[in-house]
């Protein structure tokens, strides 16, 4: 048997140990963010300002007949050629 076989299967992949450091990375950001939000009124007001516009357009768009086809060109007369 070649040193292929001694192989042993490996339990955590390089990617995996990524995905779990960066995962905690982000999470530890966005808990920064809230705090930091948490503690600033004028950050707090901003946030929920965007929010509440971004739930009044998805509220207009919805409203809004968006999937009318426009009108179709006139297609012009045939060509008279001599």
């Known amino acids: 048997m070649g040193p292929v ?3 042993q299967p490996v339990h955590h992949t390089a990617r995996e140990r990524v995905r779990a450091e960066v995962t905690s990375e ?6 920064r963010l809230v705090v930091g939000v948490d503690e600033s009124a004028l950050l ?3 946030i929920k300002n965007r929010q509440k516009a971004g739930i009044r357009k998805e509220y207009n768009d ?3 007949p968006s999937d009318t086809a426009p009108e ?3 297609t012009p ?5 001599q």
């Open 26 to 31: 982000i999470v530890d950001a966005a808990r």
């Open 77 to 81: 007369p045939p060509s008279r050629s």
């Open 5 to 7: 076989s001694k192989l």
């Open 44 to 46: 707090r007001w901003l």
């Open 72 to 74: 179709p060109l006139p």
């Open 62 to 64: 919805a409203a809004r």
